[in-house]
């Protein structure tokens, strides 16, 4: 079984700033790389950013100067640090783990989403 503790949403004006955190527990074998992506009512989940094992990053471009991921291995643990928010960012964030997991036959690669959490930025 894999947990993704998600936590840092709220409510914040506009020009301000959040911090999102995901925690990964479980049966992990080893990570490959972990994300955030976001969904408002009635659209599809899109894509916010992420971070592989070597620390490659990417970013959605509306978001890319204003949003920062990063990862602490040890803690299995990534971050998200948003600044300069738009009232276009709210939306629920989703952590999203990329993994690998036991089977009888060796390490498999799976994923696991968080519950996400809610960010509201007003105007």
């Known amino acids: 079984q894999v947990q993704l503790v998600e936590s840092g949403g709220g409510l914040v004006q506009a020009g301000g700033s959040l911090r999102l955190s995901c925690a990964a527990s479980?049966?992990?074998?080893?990570?490959?790389?972990m994300g955030w992506y976001r969904q408002v009512p009635g659209e599809q989940r899109e894509f916010v950013a992420d971070?592989?094992?070597?620390?490659?990053?990417r970013y959605l471009d509306s978001v890319k100067g204003r949003f920062t991921i990063s990862r602490d291995n040890a803690k299995k643990t990534v971050y998200l640090q948003m600044n300069s928010l738009k009232p276009e960012d709210t939306a629920v964030y989703y952590c999203?783990?990329?993994?690998?997991?036991?089977?009888?036959?060796?390490?498999?690669?799976?994923?696991?989403w968080g519950q996400g959490t809610q960010v509201t930025v007003s105007s």
């Open positions: 999203k783990l990329e993994y690998r997991k036991r089977t009888t036959y060796g390490p498999e690669s799976s994923d696991y």
């Open positions: 479980g049966s992990i074998v080893s990570i490959d790389a």
């Open positions: 971070i592989t094992s070597g620390s490659s990053t």
